[in-house]
């Protein structure tokens, strides 16, 4: 996030570089979260420690989904101001 926070500094598509990897990122996290998820889903019924495992791992399913969303948003409005500035 410090290299998307001096962006000005760099040429924006190596601001958009970065962003891909922090996505990259967040896709693999979020494929892990998405398997725990999965995992203590199916033994809910064996202890009530799955229960709260569980809320956590939606959290991290969340939180990493919302990573994914900031970035592509990002993206977009870095692609929308480069192609202003080409006009």
């Not at 967040?26 to 199916?42: C, D, T, V």
């Amino acid at each position: 996030m410090v290299k998307v926070t001096f962006g000005e500094q760099i040429p924006k598509s190596k601001v958009i570089s970065h962003i891909k990897k922090f996505k990259a990122r967040h896709n693999s996290a979020l494929k892990n979260a998405l398997s725990f998820e999965k995992e203590f889903k199916e033994n809910l019924d064996k202890s009530e420690r799955y229960f709260f495992l569980l809320l956590t791992a939606l959290l991290g399913k969340n939180f990493h989904k919302a990573a994914i969303e900031w970035a592509d948003n990002a993206i977009e409005l870095i692609e929308e101001k480069m192609e202003k500035e080409k006009r």
